[in-house]
């Protein structure tokens, strides 16, 4: 059984840090792309993050470059996203994502609610 389970989430003062955890199972976890979605009230799920599947490789959503750092750690199946200096904007659910090109196919987890508020 396939599960993403991202953990992490919560209330935080603008300028403060959180650190996401996604951990993974049921699927052969350094096959695949992992990215970080997220998802504001009344806005599309946007893309904040990418890591390919051995890690050398990331990409960020210009809105979070120099804030977000994504990471994984493939001995534990699981994949990190570190949000620094957090701003209102930030507010969202955060979902995490296992991407697999060739042959294709992903999965999605529940999410976790981040608000960023004084």
């Known amino acids: 059984q396939v599960q993403l389970v991202e953990s992490g989430g919560g209330l935080v003062q603008p300028g403060g840090s959180l650190r996401l955890s996604c951990a993974a199972s049921g699927f052969i976890f350094n096959r695949f792309i992992m990215r970080w979605y997220r998802q504001a009230p009344g806005k599309e799920r946007e893309l904040v993050a990418t890591?390919?599947?051995?890690?050398?490789?990331?990409n960020y959503a210009d809105s979070v470059k120099g804030r977000f750092t994504i990471s994984r750690d493939n001995a534990k199946d699981t994949v990190y996203l570190q949000i620094n200096s957090l701003k209102p904007e930030d507010t969202a659910v955060y979902y995490c994502?296992?991407?697999?090109?060739?042959?294709?196919?992903?999965?999605w987890g529940q999410g976790t609610q981040v608000t960023v508020s004084s």
């Open positions: 890591i390919n599947s051995d890690g050398g490789s990331t």
């Open positions: 994502n296992a991407l697999r090109v060739f042959p294709r196919n992903a999965y």
